[in-house]
C-alpha cells in the first residue's frame, strides 16, 4: 500500500497565483486532514474531512479551501497565495471506528510564495 | 494558541542514556499522541493514552499521563543515535475530530 500520496513535494509561487496541492489515501479512511507546518509553531490544523462530502474548518482555515468528492482524494486549494502561506504542508487519515484513530501522515508539500 | 507545549524545545544526550519529554495541555481531552518526525519527513504515530489511563509501554517507550496537572511525559530508554528526531505531543478532542499538536521537543543523541 502507498499510504498518503501528495504532490507536489515542492513548488514555488508568486504572490497571487492560485494552485492544488493533491493528497489521496489508500487506506479507505474516513478521517483526512490536512496540517502546516511553520518553524517553531508545530503543526497547525487548516480543514479536515470526517467522510465523503463532508468538510470542516481547523485553526486556521483562511486562505485555504478544500473538496472531499471521494473517500480517496482530499485536494486544498490556494484561491490567491500568500508569502504568509510559505510553509510545509501535511495531509494526515485515519479511520474514525472508535474515534481515537492514529494518524498517517504523508511526506510533505513545501510552499514558497515569493 | 497551540493545545499542547512541549518541554524542553531542545535536549541532546548521548546514547545509552534516558530522554523525557513532557507535554503540558490546555482543556480536556479524548486521548493524547505522541509522533515522530525525522528531518524532512513526515510524522509517524508512536504511542496513544487514552484519558482514563495513566500509564502505557511500547517497546522502550514509556508514556505517562496524568489529567488533573493536564500533562503527559515520554520516556524513551536506552536511547541510540537513530532516535534523533523531532518529538511532538497531539491531544484528540472530546468530539473525536481535531487532533492539535504541540511545538514538538528536538531530540539529538550523540553517538
Known amino acids: 500500500n502507498a499510504g498518503v500520496t501528495q504532490t507536489p513535494k515542492f513548488q514555488v509561487l508568486k504572490t497571487g497565483q492560485s494552485m492544488t496541492l493533491q493528497c489521496a489515501q489508500d487506506?479507505?479512511?474516513?478521517?483526512m486532514s490536512w496540517y502546516r507546518q511553520d518553524p517553531g509553531m508545530g503543526l497547525r490544523l487548516i480543514h479536515y474531512?470526517?467522510?465523503?462530502?463532508?468538510?470542516d474548518q481547523g485553526e486556521v482555515p483562511n486562505g485555504y479551501n478544500v473538496s472531499r468528492s471521494t473517500t480517496e482524494d482530499f485536494p486544498l486549494r490556494l484561491l490567491s497565495a500568500a508569502p504568509s502561506q510559505t510553509s510545509v504542508y501535511f495531509c494526515?487519515?485515519?479511520?474514525?471506528?472508535?474515534?481515537?484513530?492514529?494518524?498517517?501522515f504523508g511526506e510533505g508539500s513545501r510552499l514558497t510564495v515569493l | 494558541s497551540q493545545q499542547g507545549e512541549e518541554d524542553p524545545q531542545a535536549l541532546s544526550i548521548q546514547e545509552g542514556e534516558n530522554a523525557t519529554m513532557n507535554c503540558s495541555y490546555k482543556?480536556?481531552?479524548?486521548?493524547l499522541q505522541w509522533y515522530r518526525q525525522n528531518s524532512g519527513r513526515g510524522l509517524v504515530h508512536l504511542i496513544l493514552?487514552?484519558?482514563?489511563?495513566r500509564e502505557k509501554h511500547s517497546g522502550r517507550l514509556r508514556v505517562t499521563l496524568d489529567t488533573s496537572k493536564k500533562s503527559s511525559s515520554l520516556l524513551i530508554t536506552a536511547s541510540r543515535a537513530a532516535d534523533t528526531a523531532s518529538y511532538f505531543c497531539?491531544?484528540?478532542?472530546?468530539?473525536?475530530?481535531?487532533?492539535?499538536f504541540g511545538g514538538g521537543t528536538r531530540l539529538m543523541v550523540k553517538p
Open positions: 493514552i487514552r484519558s482514563n489511563e
Open positions: 494526515a487519515s485515519t479511520t474514525r471506528q472508535g474515534r481515537a484513530g492514529e494518524l498517517f
Open positions: 497531539a491531544t484528540l478532542n472530546n468530539a473525536g475530530n481535531m487532533l492539535t
Open positions: 474531512s470526517v467522510g465523503a462530502g463532508i468538510t
Open positions: 487506506m479507505n479512511h474516513e478521517y
Open positions: 482543556t480536556s481531552i479524548n486521548n
